[in-house]
């Protein structure tokens, strides 16, 4: 096959640039920290991207990657709160309870938020997870409730 013009030359190596750079790129995995915003991939499952926290009125918000890596007795279905002006230990708040499937990895199983918004108006964050479950956090009282589907 002959090819008559350079544009059709070059978009024939940039094709094959793309494919070998497809399939030679070594799989990329990222570290988890409990209170970072960063992901975790493993073979069986590439790690739910953590939302950014929530600053509001001198506090921030944040999803927990791996509650059991800090001793928190379950996964994911955790937040934690902390007090930007104190500084003290955050205080964590159990969104949802996460019981584990037997027989499947542990990040296999996980359940990570897919929503984390701050209705400021009603003073509530809304939290929803991957399995579509809702839930608010009461901001003033703590409460946590599960929303309708």
Do not use: W
Not at 29 to 44: D, L, P, R, V
Not at 110 to 117: A, G, I
């Amino acid at each position: 096959m002959e090819l008559k013009t350079a544009a059709a030359r070059c978009a024939i190596v940039a094709l094959a640039i793309a494919c070998a750079a497809c399939t030679s790129a070594p799989r990329q995995h990222f570290k988890e920290n409990a209170m970072s915003s960063e992901i975790t991939s493993s073979a069986s499952r590439v790690g739910m991207p953590a939302l950014p926290p929530i600053t509001f009125e001198g506090k921030r918000y944040q999803q927990i990657m791996n509650g059991e890596r800090e001793g928190l007795g379950q996964r994911t279905g955790l937040m934690s709160v902390l007090d930007l002006a104190s500084g003290a230990e955050p205080k964590v708040v159990k969104i949802y309870d996460y019981p584990r499937e037997a027989g499947l990895e542990a990040d296999a199983g996980d359940v990570f938020f897919k929503v984390f918004e701050l209705d400021a108006g009603r003073r509530v964050l809304q939290i929803e997870n991957e399995r579509r479950q809702r839930f608010a956090y009461g901001i003033d009282d703590g409460i946590v409730r599960e929303l309708a589907p």
